[in-house]
């Protein structure tokens, strides 16, 4: 390749780059299971990753986007994990229907109540999270511990989501919090395995406001 | 799995969840040809990606972990291609020795040069770094075109980075722009195919800051 001081590559727009990428998931995917509504989010895991084997271990709950798109367009906070998820979600198709993206992990009384109670800050964050919006839409890519305690709060009543989006990523505990996310009946997008993490996350809560968009604007 | 409320996890130190993580790596890894300062790096991006496949695809230049180490530790500034990027990388252990985390994705002043050149935002953000920091720790896990734009400005002689490590993860230019990183001599950090992404450039810079913060230790 040689780049002159006039090099502009050949496709530099970024819809033009994303409309080829989606076009090559398509066919390179080939035949499976997931319903039309959701091949869009599938897709967008598939591009945020380019791991086909993620994209086929995705798994969701029957009501899951219909509730995900209602929850958006509802205005609901959406509750971000980590740091890395709350940077990646593209906010202003939250905000334009009266939603935030929040994130408890490193707030100074997530810390400190982490610390006196022995627990990790990612139980505590939830806890919080869920106290003042247990409706909300929940997006956990990292730690298994969230979605456990999301999952025990779900149980117990005081947490009813409007969607979950459960997809930590790691060795310990990752794939058996999924296993336990699945056997609820509650609107939820995970998938089964090891692999997951705030990049795949990302891609699912921007894939569903985008079909809000698309909803809102009767397409 | 019952919840009682009194529910604990087993595992709820962060530090014994990585370490018997790390363990599990190294035992399912088995035989690999990377040398013993490389593998620290490794092992946290299939940590944080849960992908052999991924961690068996890093290729380094040989003065890689050298040349990120005293990087580091001379407090050059990390440049990161995206907000998630900036908003994973462990900050405190890069403001220790002097540096600092940069993002100019996102700037005004680079929206509007993109919009008028009819360029990506990436490319303009890319040039802005290195006008202000041609030495710095370039961290590109998103835009290829952030990657062969650097790629352009190191052979022109503009950039004289301390480190790149340059992992965009996609469907179109991502492989290509790593195979042109591949054939520089300057300390890289890549890997071969489509995979990467910004956890992935994150596991990288913050297995490099704890080998610094060893060596600076003296450990």
Redesign the interface.
């Known amino acids: 390749?040689d780049?002159g001081?006039e090099?502009?590559?050949l496709?530099?727009?970024?819809q033009e780059?994303e409309g080829?990428?989606f076009q090559?998931?398509t066919e390179e995917l080939g035949g499976h299971d997931f319903s039309a509504e959701q091949y869009p989010v599938v897709q967008r895991i598939i591009?945020?990753?380019?791991?086909f084997e993620l994209g086929r271990s995705l798994v969701f709950h029957p009501r899951a986007i219909e509730a995900g798109i209602t929850a958006i367009l509802q205005g609901m906070p959406v509750i971000a994990d980590v740091?890395?998820v709350?940077?990646?979600i593209a906010k202003e198709r939250i905000q334009r229907y009266g939603g935030e993206v929040r994130v408890h992990i490193s707030d100074p009384d997530v810390i400190e109540e982490a610390k006196a109670l022995?627990?990790?800050r990612a139980?505590v964050a939830t806890r919080k999270a869920c106290a003042a919006a247990p409706g909300g839409i929940y997006v956990i890519g990292n730690a298994p511990?969230a979605l456990?305690e999301l999952?025990?709060l779900i149980?117990?009543g005081t947490a009813r989501p409007g969607l979950v989006i459960g997809m930590p990523?790691?060795?310990?505990?990752?794939a058996?919090s999924k296993d336990?996310l699945r056997k609820l009946d509650i609107p939820y997008i995970t998938n089964t395995?090891?692999?997951?993490?705030?990049?795949i996350v990302?891609a699912a809560v921007n894939a569903l406001s985008l079909l809000a968009d698309r909803q809102a604007e009767g397409k």
């Open positions: 390749m780049f001081t090099f502009k590559p496709t530099v727009q970024p780059i080829l990428s090559m998931i591009h945020a990753s380019a791991d740091r890395m709350e940077a990646g022995d627990l990790t139980i511990t456990l999952i025990r149980k117990e990523v790691g060795f310990v505990s990752a058996e336990e395995g090891r692999k997951g993490g705030s990049t990302v």
